[in-house]
């Protein structure tokens, strides 16, 4: 079994921790701040710069005022009064949190933050960073993550381009659970990433469908699986999932929060935290739900972010199945004929792919007689077969986004890709009309 991927901590990432511990959840005021800054760095030193009793305050609130209009402006809003009031209320907040921690020199906080090792943290700056959280930013009442937690591997986040949430109802009976789980089995099995959220029921029954593909299949060959959690991971639950867990973890999975450790998983934060869900997922399963579920969020969440979301039809009798009927009527879900038929919704098999975008067992080589290549060239053409093994037209914006992800590239520009495409295609080793391929093996 590989070692579980244990990201260091950046500064960066601790800035956004030491962010987060400010906020109470989801916050559009602290993401438009940084949208508007160079980095969350920036961020938190200007916050403690503005402290009432800190030296050079009006300065400091002065260039924050700054930022947050640049940042709603580039979010496409109006920075407004009414929105710089709020935003001075927030950071009255935010100031009063500050003063919970542990010491204001906040780049000595990394074993605070992450219980002395036993969880990571990673941004977005990070190679395992699930750039899909990103399209949070569409909606501009909430916003993405600032940061995650988690336990276990993180190279799970990033296993799979397109993962497949499993919701539904705490209180299936045994239909939805079978469901829940045959349709995670199957997910899995074709190297899927499966996403639920640790709950009773039915959350739970998707994670051992999963890890019944681990099972029969090997880590190698099969997807992973990881459970978006409420609040702080030190507060994980229910206490009859911790086989469950600690099985996710010990198969190459992971546990995730968007919150700092000791933040309690209060009822309200469990509907903020369907978002991370329907967003880490390109296809969402409603298992079965009744009319009150918070499933049926979490499929508002995947609709309004245009996700792909299905549906298990049920007894019509039975409200345990009322909320996923509903979804089907109200040609708000797709409908779910049989667990296999997931693969009509999801994208074609796949080995779990690494941390760097490429498959730990696919290596093609370089093509023959390529001593005259640049670095950069060579990872171009791996980079271009990449994108034909996921079935990807090799777009200039398909390659960036590949090449981006790749944890020890040198970051590329589509200046370069382009450039580098041209000298290729000169060469004979690739044809390119909008989207590239290789005219080699």
């Known amino acids: 079994m590989n070692a579980a991927i244990h990201p260091p901590l950046s500064t960066e990432a601790l800035a956004r921790a030491t962010l987060t511990f400010c906020l109470d959840g989801a916050d559009a005021l602290m993401y438009a701040a940084l949208k508007g800054a160079g980095s969350a760095q920036e961020v938190l030193e200007l916050i403690i710069a503005s402290r009432p009793d800190a030296s050079g305050q009006t300065e400091a609130l002065h260039r924050l005022d700054q930022v947050f209009a640049t940042g709603l402006s580039?979010?496409?809003?109006?920075?407004?009064?009414?929105?710089?009031?709020?935003?001075?209320?927030?950071?009255?907040?935010?100031?009063?949190?500050?003063?919970?921690?542990?010491?204001?020199?906040?780049?000595?906080?990394?074993?605070?933050?992450?219980?002395?090792?036993?969880?990571?943290?990673?941004?977005?700056d990070s190679a395992l960073w699930p750039r899909q959280l990103m399209d949070l930013s569409t909606r501009k009442d909430w916003a993405p993550p600032l940061c995650l937690w988690g336990i276990g591997d993180a190279e799970a986040l990033t296993c799979c381009d397109n993962p497949v949430a499993v919701v539904g109802s705490r209180g299936v009976n045994d239909y939805g659970r079978g469901v829940a789980r045959e349709v995670a089995a199957c997910a899995a099995c074709d190297g899927h990433l499966v996403v639920s959220g640790g709950a009773l029921g039915t959350d739970a029954a998707a994670h051992w469908g999963a890890l019944s593909a681990t099972q029969h299949r090997g880590l190698e060959a099969s997807g992973r699986t990881v459970?978006?959690?409420?609040?702080?991971?030190?507060?994980?639950?229910?206490?009859?999932?911790?086989?469950?867990?600690?099985?996710?973890?010990?198969?190459?999975?992971?546990?995730?929060?968007?919150?700092?450790?000791?933040?309690?998983?209060?009822?309200r934060r469990f509907l903020i935290r369907n978002r991370i869900i329907a967003a880490l997922a390109s296809t969402v399963v409603i298992a079965q739900a009744r009319l009150r579920s918070g499933a049926l969020n979490t499929a508002g969440w995947a609709n309004e972010l245009g996700r792909t979301v299905v549906a298990a039809p049920g007894d019509i009798t039975m409200p345990h199945n009322a909320g996923c009927n509903r979804l089907i009527s109200r040609a708000e879900a797709l409908i779910l004929t049989s667990p296999p038929d997931i693969r009509e919704f999801c994208h074609a098999p796949h080995p779990p792919l690494g941390s760097d975008g490429f498959n730990d067992k696919e290596t093609d080589g370089p093509p023959a007689g390529d001593d005259h290549l640049t670095d950069s060239q060579r990872t171009l053409i791996d980079t271009i077969r990449l994108c034909h093994r996921r079935h990807l037209t090799a777009t200039p914006d398909a390659?960036?986004?590949?090449?981006?992800?790749?944890?020890?590239?040198?970051?590329?520009?589509?200046?370069?890709?382009?450039?580098?495409?041209?000298?290729?295609?000169?060469?004979?080793?690739?044809e390119y009309n909008g989207a590239a391929n290789l005219t080699t093996g």
């Open 74 to 124: 580039r979010w496409g809003r109006k920075p407004t009064a009414q929105a710089l009031a709020a935003f001075h209320r927030s950071l009255d907040g935010w100031h009063a949190r500050l003063a919970q921690l542990p010491s204001l020199n906040w780049q000595q906080l990394g074993d605070w933050f992450t219980m002395d090792g036993a969880q990571w943290i990673v941004g977005p």
């Open 227 to 267: 459970a978006v959690f409420a609040g702080g991971l030190n507060h994980i639950g229910p206490p009859s999932n911790l086989r469950l867990f600690d099985q996710i973890t010990a198969n190459g999975g992971a546990l995730i929060s968007e919150l700092c450790p000791s933040t309690i998983p209060e009822p």
């Open 399 to 430: 390659l960036l986004s590949c090449m981006m992800r790749q944890a020890n590239a040198s970051k590329p520009t589509i200046a370069q890709i382009m450039a580098d495409l041209g000298t290729l295609e000169v060469q004979g080793l690739v």
